[in-house]
T-cell receptor, first 113, second 117 residues
Framework: DSGVTQTPKHLITATGQRVTLRCSPRSGDLSVYWYQQSLDQGLQFLIQYYNGEERAKGNILERFSAQQFPDLHSELNLSSLELGDSALYFC????????????FGSGTRLTVV | AQSVAQPEDQVNVAEGNPLTVKCTYSVSGNPYLFWYVQYPNRGLQFLLKYITGDNLVKGSYGFEAEFNKSQTSFHLKKPSALVSDSALYFCAVRDLGYGGSQGNLIFGKGTKLSVKP
């Protein structure tokens, strides 16, 4: 157990639907990062939050959004889902600066049918 | 721009042989370098890091990495590979640039290591 908790582990949904992925960071970590991992595109950085505020944005689609709550857990919202959104979605957390790296959760596997 | 490269998509090694997974980096300033391993359907797990000090860094599961400043490389090594080492390996460097992403890790594309009995 890495200390980063992601739920759900698996999600199957239909095209056009909306889903929410949840992440609880490791205790003491204020920064949360979201990544998408698909077979053909490797590990893609989506977005970072620090203590409730958006800090950095990567290759995140407009159909996707995220937020970090006062208790530091974070949610990634994916809407108008397409088949190509099927992927593993990882959350990671760290202190800032991340001198000792990130701690990753075990991921949510999203399948869009 | 800060970047990290893993030139090999896949590395094949026989069990018991030494293994090397290559990583090169480009940063301005002193690099903070990391290796992570990902087993199938799992998250990335930290293996080792270089921040400063000895160029040979020892990590988990018998892995080590050698920092070479002149060649801007941080290759992952293990003297004797195990079948259970088969996984996806990611090299990462801390972004020392400017802007909101300063300090964030930049990951390579990953190298698939396959160890055959």
């Amino acid at each position: 157990d890495s200390g980063v908790t992601q739920t759900p582990k698996h999600l199957i949904t239909a095209t056009g639907q909306r889903v929410t992925l949840r992440c609880s960071p490791r205790s003491g970590d204020l920064s949360v990062y979201w990544y998408q991992q698909s077979l053909d595109q490797g590990l893609q950085f989506l977005i970072q939050y620090y203590n409730g505020e958006e800090r950095a944005k990567g290759n995140i689609l407009e159909r996707f959004s995220a937020q970090q709550f006062p208790d530091l857990h974070s949610e990634l919202n994916l809407s108008s889902l397409e088949l190509g959104d099927s992927a593993l979605y990882f959350c990671a957390s760290s202190v800032l600066p991340p001198t000792y790296g990130y701690t990753f959760g075990s991921g949510t596997r999203l399948t869009v049918v | 721009a800060q970047s990290v490269a893993q030139p090999e998509d896949q590395v094949n090694v026989a069990e018991g042989n030494p293994l090397t997974v290559k990583c090169t980096y480009s940063v301005s300033g002193n690099p903070y370098l990391f290796w992570y391993v990902q087993y199938p359907n799992r998250g990335l797990q930290f293996l080792l890091k270089y921040i400063t000090g000895d160029n040979l860094v020892k990590g988990s599961y018998g892995f080590e990495a050698e920092f070479n400043k002149s060649q801007t490389s941080f290759h992952l090594k293990k003297p004797s590979a195990l079948v259970s080492d088969s996984a996806l390996y990611f090299c990462a460097v801390r972004d020392l640039g400017y802007g909101g992403s300063q300090g964030n890790l930049i990951f390579g594309k990953g190298t698939k290591l396959s160890v055959k009995p």
